[in-house]
T-cell receptor, first 112, second 113 residues
């Protein structure tokens, strides 16, 4: 079973601060996705990274896929209360069924 | 709005009772998935259906059965509910092939007492 370890598990910061969330595995993934989940809702896809070393930016969010395709990070610049939520990474290891393996998530709280 | 619809949103069952969680998508997606989410455990795959007429076990299938009724609907059945099945259940459908992603429903919160 391929595992994805996310750190930190919990993060509470003040509005305007920067933060980084990590997603690590001992296994290689074909691609990796990041989702954000708000209370009472299902996860919503933020980004997919496919190529080792790839960097994608989504406004104040920067996503990076490790060169070896075993790890990823999510960096948020100048966090806002609207960024509050559970951030999940999910890895796809190949195959036609497109099953995703999810990390346990990082619960981010941004205080005004 | 297009998306994945799950019913019911909340349910309380007594141990030993049975129930079916319903999921429907109107995006013409081939693949559908059932996950459970527990505190500290993340999302774990219960069953999935790569296409209409096929179903396969995921990571935690024991105590569950599924039916892919047609392309739109994928139901999850608990035949004899146990307290260990208390969880939030999410249904998802997959769009795309090379570029892909999951669309999730808003979940069913199930409590077994």
């Amino acid at each position: 079973t391929q595992l994805l370890e996310q750190s930190p598990q919990f993060l509470s910061i003040q509005e305007g601060e920067n933060l980084t969330v990590y997603c690590n595995s001992s296994s290689v993934f074909s691609s990796l996705q990041w989702y954000r989940q708000e209370p009472g809702e299902g996860p919503v896809l933020l980004v997919t990274v496919v190529t080792g070393g790839e960097v994608k930016k989504l406004k104040r969010l920067t996503f990076q896929f490790g060169d070896a395709r075993k790890d990823s990070s999510l960096h948020i610049t100048a966090a806002q209360p609207g960024d509050t939520g559970l951030y999940l990474c999910a890895g796809y290891s190949g195959g036609s069924n497109y099953k995703l393996t999810f990390g346990k998530g990082t619960l981010l709280t941004v205080n005004p | 709005n297009a998306g994945v619809t799950q019913t019911p949103k909340f349910q309380v069952l007594k141990t030993g009772q049975s129930m079916t969680l319903q999921c429907a998508q109107d995006m013409n997606h081939n693949s559908m998935y059932w996950y459970r989410q527990d505190p500290g455990m993340g999302l774990r795959l219960i069953y999935y259906s790569a296409s209409e007429g096929t179903t396969d076990k995921g990571e935690v299938p024991n105590g569950y059965n599924v039916s892919r009724l047609n392309k739109r609907e994928f139901s999850l059945r608990l035949e004899s509910a146990a307290p260990s099945q208390t969880s939030v259940y999410f249904c998802a459908s997959r769009w795309g092939q090379g570029t892909y992603g999951y669309t999730f429903g808003s979940g069913t919160r199930l409590t077994v007492v």
